[in-house]
């Protein structure tokens, strides 16, 4: 299995860093490569791929799967075994209750958690699965399962990302096509085209992408750009002969007209160029842009910009909490969802140049490892719980839709029949596999991997 390097070193910026990245395969999603260093426009992918991580495993209660606190009281927490606990957030940001937008005199047929805010009012765009049997309470596992849609082998993922499986059956024309930000990705059964190009901050981005000026800085890295002459050793040769070299020097050969393209300068959000991108979603006038709303504008520029297909991102963290108060998860977690309404927001907003806005050809997962328990601890915190829920948006997928249910004691995961979503004592989990394969059978794409039926009452 190919796995990206799980820490990028942000200090060394050089330029066999770069071409290393991609070495192995055609590069760009098989773009001809004299094709794109002669192209002056990017075209973005007429289908695009968003899968934002919430890291830690969140508290659906205040997110996608709510409880009515005047019915799940804390008189009958024996019985329900459910405490929404809303009144303990204390903050007059958040609603006490359930939260069911409205928009043009439309009413949302999906309840929100408080954490929420007004990512609720892109609900017309929304489908939301509840009662998810993550069938695990490990973060690793839960996350590598969702991840890639097989149940990993004890805590080693199984199987590639879902997002190289797209780039891997689409071969988009971009640059870049997967783009994977502080999130771990899995290549086993895909060339080097498809492997998504891993940075932990939007610095290794710019780094990979931008030329450099310096002197190669390890023995190591000199001994590879030699193979651009004569073989070094016998074992440099040996790899000579297996077409290494040839391949290592391809690689830094295309690699060159990226970096001459300038592709770093879409992510420099500082400069001038990008003031619109700052002011969409309220960033300084000088970075860094690693918090939640610059994590939200590199998506959205990697999109529209044409630069890649799929970008799988860390987009809210500080969840795995297990004391404390209700406002720690409900803060950290409406960052994240805030920054993602700023996405939608742009998204929707901006002309795709095939018709329609950017959501019409984009969809997105939202997704965390596994839940917070429905009880609080002793510690006045929640601990971690098998059931899950996740949301789908945007192209594919149904609108304004809810599949599946919690329980009403203890919010345990339901069985259904998964051909109509009906729950039905003699039906059938719902499982992270099937929420993959529901994912490429929106974009009409192989889903066997999977080997379950995507759910089809969600595809559009």
Same mark, same amino acid.
């Given at each position: 299995?190919?796995?990206?390097?799980?820490?990028?070193?942000?200090?060394?910026?050089?330029?066999?860093?770069?071409?290393?990245?991609?070495?192995?395969?055609?590069?760009?999603?098989?773009?001809?490569?004299?094709?794109?260093?002669?192209?002056?426009?990017?075209?973005?992918a007429?289908?695009?791929?968003?899968?934002?991580?919430?890291?830690?495993?969140?508290?659906?209660?205040?997110?996608?799967?709510?409880?009515?606190?005047? $019915?799940?009281?804390?008189?009958?927490?024996?019985?329900?075994?459910?405490?929404p606990?809303?009144?303990?957030?204390?903050?007059?940001?958040?609603?006490?209750?359930?939260?069911?937008?409205?928009?043009?005199n439309?009413?949302?047929?999906?309840?929100?958690?408080p954490?929420?805010?007004?990512?609720?009012?892109?609900?017309?765009?929304? *489908?939301?699965?509840?009662?998810?049997?993550?069938?695990?309470?490990?973060?690793?596992?839960?996350?590598?399962?969702?991840?890639?849609?097989?149940?990993p082998?004890?805590?080693?993922?199984?199987?590639?990302? +879902?997002?190289?499986?797209?780039?891997?059956?689409?071969?988009?024309?971009?640059?870049?096509?997967?783009?994977?930000?502080?999130?771990?990705?899995?290549?086993?059964?895909?060339?080097?085209?498809?492997?998504?190009?891993r940075?932990?901050?939007s610095?290794?981005?710019?780094?990979?992408?931008?030329?450099?000026?310096?002197?190669?800085?390890?023995?190591? $890295?000199?001994?590879?750009?030699?193979?651009?002459?004569?073989?070094?050793?016998?074992?440099?040769?040996?790899?000579?002969?297996?077409?290494?070299?040839?391949?290592?020097?391809?690689?830094?050969?295309?690699?060159? +007209?990226?970096?001459?393209?300038?592709?770093?300068n879409?992510?420099?959000?500082?400069?001038?160029?990008?003031?619109?991108?700052?002011?969409?979603?309220?960033?300084a006038?000088?970075?860094?842009?690693?918090?939640e709303?610059?994590?939200?504008?590199?998506?959205?520029?990697?999109?529209?910009?044409?630069?890649?297909?799929?970008?799988?991102?860390?987009?809210?963290?500080?969840?795995? *909490?297990?004391?404390? *108060?209700?406002?720690?998860?409900?803060?950290?977690?409406?960052?994240?969802?805030?920054?993602?309404?700023?996405?939608?927001?742009?998204?929707?907003? +901006?002309?795709?140049?095939?018709?329609?806005?950017?959501?019409?050809?984009?969809?997105?997962?939202?997704?965390?490892?596994?839940?917070?328990?429905?009880?609080?601890?002793?510690?006045?915190?929640?601990?971690?719980?098998?059931?899950?829920?996740?949301?789908?948006?945007g192209?594919?997928?149904?609108h304004?839709?809810?599949?599946?249910?919690?329980?009403?004691?203890?919010?345990g995961?339901?069985?259904?029949?998964?051909?109509?979503?009906?729950?039905?004592? +003699?039906?059938?989990?719902?499982?992270?596999?099937?929420?993959?394969?529901?994912?490429?059978?929106?974009?009409?794409?192989?889903y066997?991997?999977?080997?379950?039926?995507?759910?089809?009452?969600?595809?559009?």
């Amino acid at each position: 299995m190919k796995k990206n390097p799980n820490t990028p070193n942000s200090g060394r910026r050089t330029f066999l860093k770069a071409a290393a990245g991609f070495m192995g395969a055609t590069l760009f999603g098989g773009i001809p490569f004299r094709a794109f260093a002669q192209a002056t426009n990017l075209a973005p992918a007429d289908r695009c791929f968003v899968f934002a991580y919430f890291s830690g495993g969140w508290d659906q209660l205040l997110a996608f799967d709510p409880k009515d606190p005047a $019915e799940f009281t804390p008189e009958r927490v024996s019985e329900t075994r459910i405490l929404p606990g809303y009144s303990l957030i204390n903050d007059s940001r958040y609603s006490g209750v359930p939260v069911i937008p409205e928009k043009n005199n439309v009413r949302s047929n999906i309840a929100f958690g408080p954490a929420v805010g007004r990512l609720a009012d892109h609900f017309d765009l929304m *489908t939301v699965v509840r009662g998810i049997n993550m069938t695990t309470l490990g973060h690793e596992v839960g996350f590598r399962y969702f991840l890639t849609g097989k149940r990993p082998i004890g805590s080693a993922a199984r199987g590639s990302s +879902t997002a190289t499986e797209i780039v891997g059956q689409l071969h988009p024309a971009v640059p870049i096509p997967s783009v994977a930000y502080n999130i771990e990705t899995y290549n086993d059964r895909y060339p080097g085209y498809a492997n998504a190009l891993r940075v932990s901050r939007s610095t290794d981005l710019l780094l990979t992408l931008s030329p450099s000026t310096k002197q190669l800085d390890s023995e190591l $890295e000199r001994q590879l750009v030699d193979f651009r002459g004569q073989p070094i050793s016998c074992e440099a040769a040996a790899y000579g002969t297996r077409g290494v070299g040839a391949t290592y020097s391809n690689s830094q050969d295309q690699m060159q +007209t990226v970096l001459s393209s300038r592709l770093d300068n879409s992510f420099r959000f500082e400069l001038a160029e990008n003031a619109e991108v700052r002011q969409k979603y309220g960033l300084a006038a000088a970075g860094p842009y690693d918090n939640e709303a610059g994590r939200a504008a590199l998506v959205a520029t990697a999109l529209k910009k044409g630069i890649s297909q799929c970008v799988s991102i860390n987009l809210a963290g500080g969840l795995d *909490t297990h004391f404390g *108060t209700q406002l720690t998860h409900a803060n950290n977690q409406r960052r994240g969802f805030d920054a993602l309404a700023m996405l939608v927001d742009d998204l929707r907003g +901006t002309a795709h140049p095939a018709g329609g806005n950017f959501m019409d050809h984009t969809t997105i997962l939202v997704f965390s490892e596994f839940s917070r328990t429905p009880l609080i601890n002793a510690s006045g915190g929640r601990d971690h719980h098998i059931s899950n829920s996740c949301m789908l948006m945007g192209a594919g997928v149904k609108h304004n839709y809810v599949f599946g249910a919690s329980g009403d004691i203890g919010m345990g995961p339901g069985t259904f029949d998964l051909r109509n979503g009906a729950a039905s004592a +003699t039906g059938e989990n719902i499982l992270p596999e099937h929420i993959i394969a529901t994912v490429l059978a929106s974009a009409k794409l192989d889903y066997s991997i999977t080997r379950v039926s995507p759910l089809q009452p969600i595809l559009a």
